[in-house]
């Protein structure tokens, strides 16, 4: 099925040691290939007050990972072409297409650019240079 059984024995293993060293109670791996699930391993403890061993379907709560979860599906839906990176959000959710954004200096509210576009800028780039021996001297403009 084009997967390396070294490979998915070298990740149990780097599992087992986590929980072997203590820097986790236990854990859940499960490792699909085409839909096929190749491999799915328990090591450990899932309650440790009873010492009762991690099982497949532990559940588990999970902090701070909304962003890397919806990050990669996103990616997924990018690659199965449902989802492009450059589309206008309202392509997917229509009631954004009238979002105006307000702008401060101006007073006025107007269309939103999309995230991709370009900014104008005067021309000149700044660059953080190497610094060779002169602190005050790190950041240089070029045009």
Known sequence: MGVNAEQLSNATNAMQALVDD???????????????????????LGRVECNQPMQLDSIFRIYSMSKAITSIAAMQLVEENKLGLDAPISRYMPEFASVRIYDESTGIARKRSPANARIPHSGQRCRRWPDRGNAEKGWQVRS
């Not at 203590?22 to 090591?43: D, E, H, N, Y």
């Open 22 to 44: 203590k820097k986790i109670a236990g854990g859940v791996m499960m490792v699909s290939r085409r839909g096929k699930v190749v491999l799915a391993k328990a090591v450990g």
